[in-house]
């Protein structure tokens, strides 16, 4: 088993979050000394995986993912992707992910049709009581 998959099993046990846990969260995505793809694609799968996450966590999730995606200005397809999950993955779309989407807008140098589109349909969507279909 790798050593990725390990990391978050062990995390997810108990599908919770904790401020203990969040420690070994910053250690491993700041292991190799940059932040990257790789390490937004963890973070969002644990928000998306995780029935409860604490505080702690989303103080260390938004901010590795605008450096991330706003590393070079645009929010592009991958990007966008991962925005997708992390809003939509959960069965809820939380205020300060809506929060999040609004302040990527304003501090992204250019922003697309397709960006535009996914902030507005998130920022007007109901909190709970939607579904994309599976889990």
């Known amino acids: 088993m790798g050593r990725l998959h390990q990391f978050r099993e062990r995390l997810l046990r108990d599908r919770k979050i904790t401020d203990d846990e969040v420690e070994l969260i910053r250690e491993y995505i700041h292991e190799d000394g940059k932040l990257d793809i790789q390490d937004v694609k963890l973070l969002v799968e644990l928000l998306s995986e995780a029935d409860e996450v604490s505080e702690s966590f989303d103080a260390l999730f938004f901010p590795a993912l605008k450096e991330v995606i706003l590393a070079d200005g645009q929010i592009g397809p991958d990007e ?45 969507a109901q909190p709970t009581g939607w579904s994309v279909g599976g889990r």
């Open 80 to 124: 966008q992707f991962y925005l997708m999950k992390m809003l939509y993955a959960d069965g809820h779309v939380r205020p300060c992910e809506k929060e999040f989407l609004l302040e990527l807008r304003r501090e992204a140098k250019e922003i697309t049709p397709e960006f535009e589109a996914l902030c507005d349909e998130a920022i007007h």
